[in-house]
């Protein structure tokens, strides 16, 4: 029974440092998914610290692999010193994903208040050309989120953008997909987005957050699990006199 207990053990550290492969992959995914979608919003936010749950996630993909390739080593060769040097690198590994954790449930809360602070700005720095960074960056925001304005399409007039042209239009990213010849004009309200941007920036903004809550916690889990069959796998190897090595079945290690 021992020793069906200690071969489970080291089979199921064995598979759990191939998922850290696969880990490490989605995790550097994730992270660059969040670097991507802040290079869209970067102009909503005004605190550069957002981004430390993402760096830190890239950084933990990064040590996964490694620690992958320890464990995996360390787990055929039945080394004491490689197996320790594993455990000790995922405990590491898995407080930062704690911190992970609650850095971003900190910066989520603080999304809203950050857009709230630097929405009406950027908005008042429109100015309809593709050469300025907010303008791209409204113009996108608009179309991918399916919104105008701020609270609604009205609030454009009260930015500079609509003060200068006096079309009584907000910009064509304003109008809907499917309308025909839509130039933003406001004498045709139900050619464009009825919502605005404001509430659907924080609503993304906090999914991207959570997809790195998310993604530490499920991984913490899984080293939880690696940590606990490496402690079996040395606490039976140095107590249990018919340990067995996983690659060779009835030489002693």
């Known amino acids: ?3 069906c207990g200690i071969t489970s053990s080291k089979t199921v550290l064995v598979f759990l440092n191939l998922i850290f492969w696969a880990a490490a992959g989605i995790l550097c995914y994730v992270g660059a998914y969040v670097f991507i979608t802040y290079d869209d919003y970067d102009h909503f936010f005004e605190d550069v610290y957002t981004l430390i749950p993402a760096v ?4 933990v993909g990064g040590l996964l692999f490694i620690i992958g390739l320890i464990g995996c080593c360390a787990t055929i060769r039945e080394s004491r010193c490689g197996l320790i040097t594993f455990v000790i690198i995922l405990l590491l590994v898995f407080v930062t994903e704690v911190a992970v954790v609650v850095l971003g449930y900190i910066y989520r809360s603080k999304v809203e208040d950050e857009v709230n602070h630097s929405i009406q700005k950027v908005y008042n720095e429109y100015n309809g050309t593709n050469a300025d960074a907010s303008s791209r960056a409204i113009d996108y925001v608009q179309r991918q989120l399916h919104c105008c304005g701020i609270h609604t399409y009205s609030d454009w007039m009260n ?7 006096q079309n009584n239009s907000v910009p064509v990213s304003c ?3 499917n309308v025909s010849n839509c130039t933003g004009s406001l004498a045709r309200p139900g050619d464009l987005y009825p919502e605005g941007c404001e509430a659907l ?3 993304k903004l906090k999914e991207i957050m959570m997809y790195v809550i998310w993604a ?3 991984f913490a889990a899984i080293q939880v699990f690696g940590m606990l069959s490496a402690c079996v796998v040395l606490c039976r190897r140095s107590r249990d006199p018919a340990y067995e ?3 060779t079945g009835g030489n002693y290690a």
């Open 201 to 203: 920036v924080v609503k």
């Open 159 to 165: 930015t500079r953008w609509f003060n200068e042209f």
């Open 56 to 59: 830190t996630i890239i950084a």
């Open 1 to 3: 029974m021992g020793q």
């Open 216 to 218: 530490a916690l499920t």
């Open 175 to 177: 109008c809907k997909p």
């Open 245 to 247: 090595l996983l690659m």
